[in-house]
């Protein structure tokens, strides 16, 4: 027996693995079901509980854990990979081998770029004052930069560029811009190294300037 539900003008390629209780083109607020359409690429995994909003477009080889959520029109590239009980709001852009740990809260206007790693319990935000008048008409998630890696329970204010390859070590509150291959630490966080001093990523560094020469 069928546990989950598809709604209407949802296109789901080949070979989708999909889990009990999981819903795909839940209608955001204001829209009717299959007003908005949404698209997953080839050999999905949504695991059980996971709910994914109408408006996504979405890449080959997505996988999600237990419990996502995935809120509306965001777009998000291939082999990208959202860890149990995470929550990504909408108009968030990721996008490709992007991976995003459990526990994780990835908040409007986001972006992500490819190759990048966020470990559990991160915290991206969006508003600079909360509550304030006029807040969602100035609501700006960070970028995270191409290979970047958040460390576990980090939180990233809003607006702010965590640069290429750079490390933001794990529990650090990031106040300001983070440069390309800095390693930063500490609440409030501060640079401590540049990632090339550390020999357990010279060679993840060197493939991923290979790769952004061909």
Not at 7 to 35: K, T
Not at 44 to 69: C, E, K, M, W
Not at 175 to 185: G, I
Request: hydrophobic share 35%; charged share 20%.
């Amino acid at each position: 027996m069928k546990t989950y539900s598809i709604l209407p003008n949802v296109s789901l390629g080949q070979d989708a693995d999909i889990g009990q209780f999981v819903i795909i083109g839940y209608p955001p607020r204001g829209y009717e079901p299959g007003e908005l359409g949404t698209q997953i690429g080839e050999k999905p995994i949504i695991r059980s509980h996971s709910v994914i909003y109408a408006g996504n477009i979405i890449g080959d080889d997505f996988q999600t854990g237990h419990h996502v959520l995935v809120r509306e029109e965001n777009r998000i590239g291939n082999s990208v990979s959202i860890g149990s009980n995470s929550v990504i709001e909408h108009h968030v852009n990721i996008g490709n081998d992007v991976r995003i740990h459990s526990n994780c809260f990835i908040p409007e206007y986001s972006v992500l770029e490819d190759d990048c790693w966020i470990g559990p319990g991160v915290v991206l935000t969006n508003a600079k004052y909360p509550l304030s008048e006029g807040v969602k008409e100035r609501l700006k998630g960070p970028v995270i930069g191409s290979g970047a890696i958040i460390g576990a329970a980090a939180v990233i204010l809003p607006g702010l560029t965590i640069g290429e390859d750079a490390l933001v070590g794990a529990g650090s509150v990031v106040l300001e811009n983070v440069p390309e291959h800095a390693v930063v630490a500490g609440n409030p966080a501060r640079q401590i190294k540049d990632l090339t001093e550390i020999e357990v990523y010279r060679m993840r560094l060197n493939e991923h300037q290979a790769e952004k020469e061909t």
